[in-house]
């Protein structure tokens, strides 16, 4: 039996964790905290910046579920994904949006992979760094996808690189994406959430899932940060209302000058990072949930929001006016590789930008 190195200093990693059933595993250095569930969507289920004691991650009100031992009331296409949904961040591939058909097959909300226990390596164990590649291959769809998750001593950022394969002998269409969500208590009035210059647009006739009041007009396109709400009043997007507005909503960024986005707590003074290849997620998008949301299956509970990176729109629909697909059409065999970077940060101020190699630099 391989027995790993149980460091108290440095860079530590371990896949010898099981929670709530689930092959876990966690991996820090003196200023992070990454824990990974591998057995459900290799999501990353947990982001802490130690020193504030700040988890990054939102959580749903029912938390973590194995697939293995949930039975679901049917097999409807939502519910499949809600009912193991935890929040956190999962890899969207690829498919991603509403329920699909996909060249003959019932795909559920977002895509398979997430609620798909993945395989896992250590692939390096040193006081100086760590790091472990997860991958699938799904099964209704013919993909292969793999991501390398990476902490090096003395840095507040998770270094991801991350594939998908198409592995049949004939093109096939993907949506690849990053599902992040941040919620409470990191998540709160005082956060100022930062991205560099970008369009954005609400979709005209979708509800995304969230019944109940609207925080942003449908149908509105414009310049971020400047929206307006469905009475036409002023709405600035860098700032987030309490629960008790009971808002949800989703729009779009288009547009991106560069590939990255931040939000800061002013109260905290902690905020999280990330930064991505800007040609590869052109469209992110932007769920918000502040205490909105009626009826299933938020039942108004909830305070988060998802800060999405894609490489496509929903289902790889049109952007509005258009009747090209946005999904990416892959080559039989073809692979694309990314490198991401989430970084954890420590300021009461804004961001004014975020480097390639995750570098933040701070409004004044």
């Known amino acids: 039996m391989h027995y790993q190195m149980e460091r108290t200093y440095g860079c530590r990693i371990s896949d010898a964790w099981t929670f709530r059933g689930l092959k876990t595993v966690i991996m820090e250095n003196d200023q992070i905290r990454v824990t990974v569930l591998a057995d459900k969507g290799a999501d ?34 939502n519910g499949l994904w809600h009912d193991v949904y935890e929040g956190g961040w999962q890899t969207i591939a690829p498919t991603g949006g509403s329920p699909m058909n996909y ?29 472990a590649k997860f991958w699938v291959r799904t099964y209704r769809t013919p993909f292969y996808i793999e991501k390398t998750l990476t902490i090096v001593r003395g840095n507040p950022t998770l270094h991801i690189e991350e594939s998908v394969v198409n592995e049949a002998e004939e093109a096939a269409e993907c949506v690849w994406g990053q599902h992040i969500a941040l919620g409470s208590p990191f998540l709160s009035p005082s956060c100022r959430l930062d991205v560099p210059a970008a369009k954005f647009f609400v979709p005209g006739n979708e509800d995304e ?5 609207h925080r942003l007009k449908p149908g509105q396109s414009g310049t971020f940060p400047k929206a307006v709400d469905p009475k ?19 729009c779009v960024m288009t547009g991106l000058a560069e590939g990255w986005y931040a939000v800061t707590n002013q109260e905290r003074g902690v905020g999280f990072a990330f930064v991505y290849p800007k040609e590869v997620y052109p469209y992110l998008w932007f769920w918000q949930v502040f205490g909105g949301g009626t009826g299933w299956p938020w039942y108004r509970r909830n ?7 894609f490489s496509s729109l929903a289902n790889g629909k049109p952007l509005p006016g258009s009747n090209k697909p946005t999904s990416v059409l892959m080559k039989a065999g073809e692979k694309r590789t990314i490198s991401m970077k989430a970084v954890a940060y420590e300021s009461k101020k804004g961001v004014s930008r975020v480097t390639s190699a995750g570098v933040v630099t701070f409004r004044r």
């Open 44 to 77: 990353i289920y947990e982001f802490v910046h130690k020193s504030s004691d700040t988890d990054f991650m939102w959580r749903t009100p029912w938390g973590v579920r194995d697939p293995s031992k949930w039975v679901p009331t049917s097999g409807w296409g």
């Open 103 to 131: 060249r003959g097959a019932e795909i559920g909300q977002h895509n398979e992979s997430a609620i798909m226990p993945w395989d896992c390596q250590v692939l390096e164990d040193t006081p100086d760094r760590v790091s």
């Open 209 to 213: 899932g969230q019944g109940g009041e």
């Open 232 to 250: 036409g009043k002023a709405v600035d997007l860098h700032n987030f209302p309490p629960k008790s507005a009971r808002l949800a909503d989703y």
């Open 303 to 309: 305070y988060n929001i998802g800060l999405e990176p």
